[in-house]
Nanobody
Framework: VQLVESGGGLVQAGGSLRLSCATV????????IGWFRQAPGKEREGVAC????????RYSASVKGRFTISFANAKKTVYLQMDSLKPEDTATYYC??????????????????WGRGTQVTVSS
């Protein structure tokens, strides 16, 4: 199982980015994909997650209404559309998989496999 993030970069406040998480080698019937972020000196934070069973999604309060998580390419890719970006969204963003679940969670220790991350920097 591999997950590869892409799409990070430098953007001005108020701008948008779309992160991609490409999944390789998935053979799970039910699973959840989560997006997490970690800024220097801060704890890893759950941002959004989505369930493969029904594409049900959850968001943290800090991004709800601004970020959208979705499947694409026969669920081989998970997007995180980030709009109205703020400087406090600056972090390394990771995607991860929690296999064998029908409901996605926002706690990082629920997830078994992780990508290497992609850097997002929002300038003021």
């Amino acid at each position: 199982v591999q997950l590869v993030e892409s799409g990070g970069g430098l953007v001005q406040a108020g701008g948008s980015l779309r992160l991609s998480c490409a999944t390789v080698g998935f053979r799970f019937d039910d699973y959840a994909i989560g997006w997490f972020r970690q800024a220097p000196g801060k704890e890893r934070e759950g941002v959004a997650c989505i369930s493969s069973r029904d594409s049900g999604a959850r968001y943290s309060a800090s991004v709800k209404g601004r970020f959208t998580i979705s499947f694409a390419n026969a669920k081989k890719t998970v997007y995180l559309q980030m709009d109205s970006l703020k400087p406090e969204d600056t972090a390394t963003y990771y995607c991860a998989v929690d296999d064998g679940t029908v409901v996605c969670g926002m706690e990082w220790d629920e997830y078994r496999s992780w990508g290497r991350g992609t850097q997002v920097t929002v300038s003021s």
